[in-house]
C-alpha cells in the first residue's frame, strides 16, 4: 500500500512540505505526489524546489471542463508583489479581469486516468484552485473518482470546518457540499491525517 497526494493549485509547494515533513516523521510509508500548478513562473519554483525527489511530479496546466487554451487572470494583489489568487475563472473576486496569460487546461478525469492509481492506495486529494473546485467536483462525480480517494482537504491558510467557507466556488455550493457527502469522503485538514496507521 502506498500514500498517492494530489494537490491541486500546488502553488510554490508549500503544502507538499507539510505533507513531506509528515511523512518523515512517520515509518516506512511509501508516497506519490502529483502537483499542478497552472501559473508558469511558480510552476519553475515548484518543479525547481522538489527536482531531487524522484517522487514528486509537478504538472503545468489548469485544471477545468472545457480542455484547451484559456485564459488564467492574476490575482488582484498582483501588482503589489503577491502571486497569489490567479484563477481561471472571471467571475472570481480574487481576479483582475483585464489582465491575463493563456495556459492549457486539462479535465481532471483526463489527467488521473493518466496516473496509475489504485483505489487500494490512500489517496488524498487538496484542491486551491481559486473557483475551479465546483467543475472539479462535477468531473470526479460524473467520472466516478470519488470512489478512489479516502480524504480531501483544502489550504491550511484558512482552514475551517465549514466546508462553506472552505470550497472556494460562488455556485452551486450546495451541490459541492452534498457530492462530498454523498461520497463519504473525509474533510480534514492535512496536518489531522494520521499517516501512521499506514506505515508498512
Not at 503545468?60 to 490567479?86: S, W
Amino acid at each position: 500500500m502506498k500514500i498517492n497526494f494530489i494537490d491541486l493549485g500546488a502553488y510554490k509547494g508549500d503544502t507538499i512540505d507539510i505533507f513531506l515533513n509528515s511523512i518523515k516523521k512517520s515509518k516506512n510509508i511509501d508516497y506519490r505526489i502529483f502537483g499542478v500548478e497552472a501559473f508558469p513562473n511558480i510552476f519553475n519554483i515548484c518543479e525547481n524546489k522538489f527536482k531531487n525527489n524522484d517522487k514528486v511530479q509537478i504538472y503545468n496546466f489548469a485544471i477545468g471542463l472545457l480542455e484547451g487554451p484559456t485564459k488564467l487572470y492574476y490575482g488582484r494583489n498582483f501588482d503589489i508583489g503577491q502571486d497569489k489568487a490567479c484563477s481561471i475563472h472571471i467571475e472570481s473576486k480574487n481576479i483582475l479581469p483585464s489582465k491575463y496569460i493563456y495556459v492549457n487546461c486539462i479535465k481532471f478525469s483526463t489527467w488521473f486516468n493518466t496516473l496509475n492509481i489504485d483505489k487500494k492506495d490512500i489517496n488524498i486529494i487538496k484542491s486551491n484552485m481559486e473557483g475551479a473546485e465546483l467543475e472539479l467536483v462535477k468531473d470526479m462525480d460524473e467520472h466516478n473518482l470519488f470512489e478512489y480517494f479516502d480524504y480531501y482537504t483544502g489550504n491550511l491558510d484558512y482552514w475551517t470546518n465549514d466546508i462553506r467557507k472552505m470550497i472556494n466556488c460562488n455556485e452551486d455550493v450546495e451541490y459541492v457540499i452534498n457530492t462530498l457527502l454523498k461520497h463519504n469522503i473525509k474533510f480534514t485538514p492535512l496536518t489531522e491525517i494520521n499517516l501512521d496507521e499506514y506505515s508498512i
